[in-house]
């Protein structure tokens, strides 16, 4: 399993954390995007999904919730956005992201 683990403020958009999330694999975010949570699809409006211009301090997140992340609809990259305790209480909310495409894409981790 591929994995990279990156802290963002519960304040940041879902095109926030995109990006985000571009930068930390090393991608050029020239893909459409989507994020699956509860059921609701948000993302590239080429999709018909919701605005990604959502905070993620809306989605009332809780330690070990779960969202989806597919980047690249030709290749499907699925990818797993797990929401994880912030050591510190004045720190930003951590999130860390698993790849669960299955490649060993032997990057370090952020």
Known sequence: MVWRRV?????ITLRELH???QVAMGWDGIH???FDIRA???????????S???PLSGFGFCRND????????GGYWKHEVRVEA???RSKPDQFRWEADD???????AV
Request: glycine residues 6%; hydrophobic residues 35%.
């Open 7 to 11: 802290f963002v403020s519960s304040s």
């Open 19 to 21: 990006g985000i999330l």
């Open 32 to 34: 459409l995007f989507q």
């Open 40 to 50: 609701v699809d948000y993302g590239s409006w080429e999709l018909h999904a919701a």
């Open 52 to 54: 990604p211009d959502v």
């Open 66 to 73: 779960r969202l989806s992340y597919i980047y690249d609809m």
């Open 86 to 88: 912030s050591p510190w």
């Open 102 to 108: 299955g490649r060993d894409q032997r990057r370090r």
